[in-house]
């Protein structure tokens, strides 16, 4: 079974060791410096610069449109021979959004409450960017219902680097 895995920056490469990925998305602001694990080629990296943010800051990349654009289409051409590894700075807002919207998108018949209630079960401290998850709400026609799941979840426990967790997705 295929499955998505979430961790923070500091665990990338252990863990695509760990779980055998080929595949990686980074969610980061974007002058931070990410050192592509060795078993991920560069094709197989999707780096998207944006801030952990939900309204505009000067300075700082508010997620947008484009982002989860880009995020779907590497979600929907990864093969799933291996797992798929998402990771943000500390594994709590960015990336657990994006392993969600993902999870979204490749099984559209997944009841998205459910979906964020396991994703609160394997991580105490996941507190998905909801902005993010409102561009993907509209974007794949979930008619609120993605935005309204991770709300009924919830903010996740204080953390600096948030618990690893993985979903499948078939």
């Known amino acids: 079974m295929s499955s998505i895995h979430v961790c923070a920056l500091s665990r990338i490469s252990e863990t695509a060791e760990a779980i055998g990925a080929t595949s990686l998305v980074t969610l980061i602001n974007v002058n931070t410096k990410v050192e592509r694990p060795a078993c991920i080629t560069p094709e197989n990296h999707l780096f998207i610069g944006m801030s952990d943010i939900t309204t505009h800051q000067d300075g700082h990349i508010l997620p947008a449109e484009t982002h989860v654009e880009q995020l779907l289409d590497f979600a ?95």
């Open 76 to 170: 929907r051409s990864w093969d799933r021979r291996a797992p798929l590894l998402i990771h943000c700075y500390a594994g709590v807002s960015r990336s657990t959004a994006a392993a969600f919207i993902a999870a979204c998108a490749l099984k559209p018949e997944r009841d998205e409450s459910e979906l964020a209630e396991l994703i609160r079960q394997r991580s105490p401290t996941a507190t998905p960017n909801a902005k993010l998850i409102e561009i993907a709400d509209q974007i794949l026609g979930r008619r609120g219902r993605m935005s309204a799941a991770i709300d009924a979840i919830g903010r996740g426990s204080d953390c600096f680097e948030g618990v690893p967790f993985s979903l499948e997705v078939g």
